[in-house]
């Protein structure tokens, strides 16, 4: 969304202080998540912002006392973002929160094309499908974001395509459940993968997002082959939820420990080294000592090197929300249980004087390493040589932490470019297609005598984006530099970062 904006004229700040208007994106993992987005809203209203809602919590629930009165942009609407926020600008409260549809058929969402601005310009990431065949009773992903929806392949890789002439050599591929891609349109998740291959560049990477097992399984062949691509990461984030079948039962999963052990065996054994991520939630209503006694022995088991340990929080209004909850102190100790058994092993420290080919893509969060992934997408730090960034290098790791190796570069080692053209620079817009600009000249002609236009003219129009900030500026130009990062209107449910 930041990305459409900015091509309309916007300017984006870091500061909401100096924004008039703030556009505020939900996020529906756990409740603390959900108070954060409301705490928010009251703020902006307390500095008497305007304010724009958008994400899965405001389209699952536009009723809520707390969101009476302001303007929602629903999760299918996200490229009508510009009417939005100048419609709001004018006082005008508006929702759009339907579905798109083609001939009564259901569309995946906004346009693939449409103009955003990169968080990180080495890296795409493209939303393959949105909603959700199952029907969990602890999530309301389904009830936001509706039945799956596929984007069609051709787009999916035109997409792919136009990233990478526009520098990106790393793409990422998303939805609530990748594996469930095409199920609604008659293809499959391998015949997307394999076309997306044919396009990446020598040197360039594709991350495959999470993927429930029940619709990787018929597909395990398949995804092996394409797993030990040179060109794909071996990488494979398959949320386990609980090792427990009757707790599975009742979360409505679909799936038995019996088929993740077969899937993540299967893989372990086809692609040596395939890195597998997975997810737990500690204390779901009914879970026993037992239960979780089975989800313990299940990571002693398998040592997963990633794993994401949640604390279960009832959201309201789904049936996980009305059944017998565990006592939240039961839940903080489990949670903590598993969490020392995660931090008990380290799964890098046989790679200790390896030598690896890494991708160099961003900077560590404390700025002392520049941050690379090998073939199995595990995090190696190396030094902060601008000449490796968004390059191929090879690395002799030396160190290991739970999380991370360190790589330092081989002598005379070649340094391999993967990006077919020099990146973006750090906020400016990708996808401004010629038919795009004859489109907002089109747009710009019909308000340019409207009274919102005239006031962004004269620069009295700031917008925000919350967690970035918005403000309107007076040229038609590309804000180069000044945006922070393009909202990602998928249910997180999370990706591996």
Not at 305 to 333: C, D, H
Request: include cysteine; proline fraction near 6%.
């Amino acid at each position: 969304m930041a990305g459409q904006l900015a091509a309309y004229g916007y300017k984006i700040t870091e500061n909401p202080s100096e924004a008039d208007l703030w556009l505020l994106n939900s996020c529906t993992v756990k409740n603390p998540a959900e108070d954060h987005f409301r705490n928010s809203i009251k703020k902006a209203q307390e500095e008497n912002k305007k304010v724009v809602l958008a994400g899965c919590v405001p389209q699952a629930q536009p009723r809520q006392d707390y969101l009476k009165g302001l303007s929602i942009i629903g999760v299918q609407q996200i490229d009508r973002v510009v009417e939005v926020v100048e419609e709001t600008i004018k006082g005008h409260s508006v929702r759009l929160l339907g579905q798109k549809k083609d001939n009564g058929k259901r569309l995946g969402g906004a346009r693939l094309d449409l103009p955003k601005i990169r968080k990180n310009p080495l890296i795409e990431i493209i939303s393959i499908n949105t909603g959700c065949l199952n029907a969990c009773t602890y999530c309301k992903t389904k009830h936001a974001r509706g039945n799956l929806a596929s984007y069609p392949i051709d787009e999916l890789v035109d997409r792919a395509k136009q990233s990478f002439q526009e520098g990106v050599c790393e793409v990422w591929l998303t939805s609530e459940d990748t594996g469930a891609y095409g199920r609604d349109t008659g293809s499959d998740l391998p015949t997307l993968l394999w076309k997306l291959v044919d396009v990446i560049p020598e040197g360039a990477m594709l991350r495959l997002g999470m993927t429930n097992p029940p619709y990787i399984l018929e597909h395990l062949e398949e995804m092996a082959k394409i797993l030990n691509h040179p060109r794909v990461y071996a990488f494979l984030h398959i949320p386990i939820q609980s090792a427990s079948d009757s707790v599975l039962m009742e979360m409505k999963r679909e799936y038995c420990l019996a088929d993740f052990k077969r899937v993540v065996d299967f893989l372990r054994e086809k692609v040596p080294g395939i890195t597998i991520a997975t997810d737990i939630i500690c204390g779901f209503p009914g879970e026993t000592d037992q239960d979780f006694q089975e989800t313990v022995k299940l990571v002693e088991e398998y040592k997963f090197p990633s794993l994401f340990i949640n604390q279960f929080y009832p959201r309201p209004g789904t049936p996980a929300a009305k059944m017998e909850q565990v006592p939240a102190q039961v839940k903080k100790q489990r949670t903590k249980d598993l969490s020392q058994i995660f931090h008990s092993y380290n799964p890098y420290d046989h790679k200790i004087g390896e030598k690896q080919q890494v991708l160099v893509t961003e900077e560590s969060f404390d700025s002392k390493f520049y941050v690379a992934h090998n073939r199995f997408y595990e995090q190696v730090l190396v030094p902060k040589n601008p000449s490796f960034m968004g390059k191929m290098i090879e690395v002799d790791i030396y160190e290991s932490g739970k999380h991370f190796m360190k790589g330092q570069p081989v002598s005379d080692a070649k340094v391999y470019t993967p990006s077919i053209n020099k990146p973006l620079a750090k906020g400016e817009v990708s996808g401004l297609t010629k038919e795009f600009r004859n489109m907002l000249g089109t747009h710009r002609n019909l308000v340019s005598h409207s009274p919102a236009a005239t006031h962004r003219r004269s620069g009295c129009s700031p917008v925000g984006l919350w967690m970035q900030g918005l403000h309107g500026d007076c040229a038609w130009r590309v804000a180069a530099g000044l945006a922070l990062v393009a909202l990602l209107f998928a249910v997180f449910a999370r990706v591996y970062n």
